[in-house]
């Protein structure tokens, strides 16, 4: 059975790092693109980026280019998504889920990050 | 970077209605077009991946399909649970992009 469990909900303060994880099992973690979602309160649906766990390989939407950063550790089968400076506006649910044919399948069940002063 | 329009944003249908939703992308299409639906505090999930493969579990009544520069969703007979928004997602050349999405609500 594929499953993605990620870190427990943050709160943090404009100007905090953050990161957050996506612990995976079930499946080969080298071999499958994983990524990550924004879903800010109330709103749809964002493709952030994603990674190939394999060779570390890492694309990014042009929005959330140079904020944050996508990785993944092969030895712990787990993806990170990871802020340097937090802003109010980072304040959303993350999800990160496996890809295949382009879609996510998997999916984890969301890490809530609330950024305030 | 892509743009996916999905529309329409709001759909009110009443139980049994054939509902459809569209979405078009601004680049040179992929098949690799996704829906998802997803309620109210839970988790989206895969109804339908490579534009009209039905995911393992998902009810027959959803359906995809493509027209020329469009990609559909139907739901052919609407049921209580399917109360919802939905969304699509495109993703061509490691680049993906989500509609802004459709809830359907109850007429």
């Known amino acids: 059975e594929v499953l993605l469990v990620q870190s427990g909900a943050e709160m943090k303060k404009p100007g905090d790092s953050l990161k957050i994880s996506c612990k995976t099992s079930?499946?080969?973690?080298?071999?499958?693109?994983i990524g990550w979602v924004r879903q800010m309160p109330g709103e749809g649906l964002e493709w952030m980026g994603i990674v190939y766990p394999g060779d570390s390989d890492t694309r990014y939407s042009p929005s959330f280019e140079g904020h944050v950063t996508i990785s993944a550790d092969k030895s712990v089968t787990t993806a990170y998504l990871q802020w340097a400076s937090l802003r109010a506006s980072d304040t959303a649910t993350y999800y990160c889920a496996t890809i295949s044919y382009g879609s996510f399948d998997y999916w984890g069940q969301g890490t809530l990050v609330t950024v305030s002063p | 970077d892509i743009q996916v329009t999905q529309s329409p944003s709001i759909l009110s249908a009443s139980v049994g209605d054939r509902v459809t939703i569209t979405c078009r992308a601004s680049q040179n299409l992929s098949s690799f077009l996704a829906w998802y639906q997803q309620k109210p505090g839970k988790v989206p999930k895969l109804l339908i991946f490579k534009a009209s493969s039905l995911d393992t579990g998902v009810p027959s009544r959803f359906s995809g399909s493509t027209s020329g520069t469009e990609f559909t969703l139907t739901i052919t007979s609407l049921q209580p649970d399917d109360f919802a928004t939905y969304y699509c997602?495109?993703?061509?050349?490691?680049?993906?992009?989500f509609g802004r999405g459709t809830k359907v609500d109850i007429k």
């Open positions: 997602l495109h993703y061509k050349d490691f680049l993906g992009a």
């Open positions: 079930g499946y080969t973690f080298s071999d499958y693109w």
